[in-house]
């Protein structure tokens, strides 16, 4: 099918909902697999195309993304998929709810999914209700979600835009128009035809998705080159394949790279100052290391952003893709693990103010912050470029980790020596007195 008149839709909800089933139903045939034992759900990412009342459409089922028991690197692989098969981007998102008793799942799904959602992409989005047999009689799907404070306030931030269906029991329901399927999935279809109108036919996109669709073109023209009788189809699908393999190692190293950057961050540089504090240095020397260890870490800052920056502006396509991941992966996963940082900090932070005093410990506390946070952009983007050259994620993950270490390391040799001058100004730089 002509690919550039195919909508691109992504299936999002979690596991049990019944993603496959309604994706099946949208097609009106089964095409996704369906499971409805225990052990039921969606492993991996799966995009299928078909013609529905002359569109194309292409559906992308999806994960459990929002399941909070779903291991993290498995929701990372996946999403990565994801990615890869809706680049440049999707014409429209359904989020998909079942008709239920609201519990706490559901008010975490709900959360998550404002969390995670732009303005910009919910401006694709539409909230599409399962299991329509519970709504009661003569209840529309509008009726059941005004129940509701915090569903209302999604459905309202998607504009207003809601359906329902039944994947079991109104497909032949000729009685009730409202609950029949066919009824429904042309509703649907028409409000992606005004999702798609209101943003001029675009697609919902963004830095990473149109990277991730250039390094697909560039696949593909390499594949065409010794392609044979492959089909476009069978060289779009091999370029996806190669391109998942090459980001899906890079993420390994900026998601490793982070994480030990924002540690070797923390343990490093606070640790300067703290050892600073614990000397009792005067009052002046204290001034001049934290305004030093401060700089240190903007100067970091700069360069990891000079870097990914430079990347993205270069001519060639190395240094393209590597600015543009290394900003929005590294990006990322310095986001991720803020949260680790964050927590270092906070641990750290808190020692600091009991062993140092209140004024040091709390200025111990926020370099804490900020370095955790230089140092995982930083590690993220070191860990991009060790992962240049590793053939599998694992392999991504060692030279990552053992690259950020080895700067750590030597950042710690280098600074040494300041310390010591910084204690005693008299000293040369080798350390010796003068």
Not at 2 to 28: H, M, Q, Y
Not at 31 to 44: L, P, Y
Not at 120 to 146: N, R
Not at 287 to 295: F, L, P, R
């Amino acid at each position: 099918m002509d690919e550039l008149n195919t909508r691109k839709i992504v299936i999002l909800g979690k596991t049990g909902v019944g993603k496959s089933s309604l994706a099946n139903t949208i097609f009106g045939e089964k095409v996704f697999k369906t499971d409805h034992t225990i052990n039921s759900g969606t492993r991996e990412c799966e995009a299928q195309t078909r013609s529905v009342k002359g569109r194309n459409l292409t559906l992308i089922d999806t994960p459990g993304f929002f399941d909070t028991d779903r291991a993290e690197e498995d929701t990372k692989a996946e999403i990565l998929r994801c990615i890869t098969e809706c680049a440049p981007g999707p014409h429209a998102f359904l989020i998909v709810l079942k008709v239920e008793k609201y519990t706490k799942q559901e008010k975490s799904v709900i959360e998550k999914v404002q969390q995670y959602f732009s303005e910009e992409a919910l401006k694709y989005a539409t909230v599409l209700f399962t299991h329509g047999d519970q709504l009661p009689d003569g209840m529309k799907i509008e009726e059941f979600v005004d129940q509701n404070d915090a569903m209302k306030d999604l459905v309202k931030k998607c504009g207003n835009r809601c359906h329902v269906i039944d994947n079991k029991y109104w497909n032949e329901n000729l009685k009730d128009e409202y609950r029949n399927n066919q009824f429904q999935v042309e509703e649907l279809l028409k409000t992606i035809d005004k999702i798609m109108l209101a943003n001029r036919g675009s697609c919902y996109t963004n830095e990473l998705l149109q990277a991730v669709q250039e390094k697909i073109k560039q696949e593909e023209e390499e594949i065409r080159k010794s392609s044979g009788n492959m089909s476009g189809e069978e060289i779009r699908k091999k370029a996806k394949a190669s391109v998942f393999k090459r980001f899906w190692i890079k993420l390994a190293g900026v998601t490793t790279g982070a994480l030990i950057g924002a540690l070797c961050g923390v343990a490093v540089m606070v640790g300067l100052v703290y050892t600073v504090l614990l000397m009792r240095a005067e009052g002046k020397l204290l001034k001049q290391a934290i305004e030093m260890t401060i700089g240190a870490a903007a100067g970091g800052s700069a360069a990891a952003g000079s870097a990914a920056g430079a990347g993205a502006a270069a001519g060639s396509a190395a240094a393209g893709a590597a600015g543009s991941a290394a900003a929005a992966a590294g990006g990322s996963a310095a986001a991720g693990s803020a949260a680790a940082g964050g927590s270092a900090a906070a641990g750290a932070g808190g020692a600091g103010a009991a062993a140092g005093g209140s004024a040091a410990g709390t200025a111990v506390g926020t370099l804490t912050v900020v370095v955790a946070g230089v140092g995982a952009v930083a590690g993220g983007i070191r860990g991009y470029v060790a992962a240049e050259e590793a053939d599998t994620p694992w392999e991504a993950v060692k030279m990552a980790a053992g690259a950020v270490k080895d700067d750590a390391i030597s950042f710690s040799d280098n600074t040494a020596g300041l310390l010591n001058r910084l204690i005693h100004p008299q000293s040369g730089r080798d350390g010796k007195p003068n």
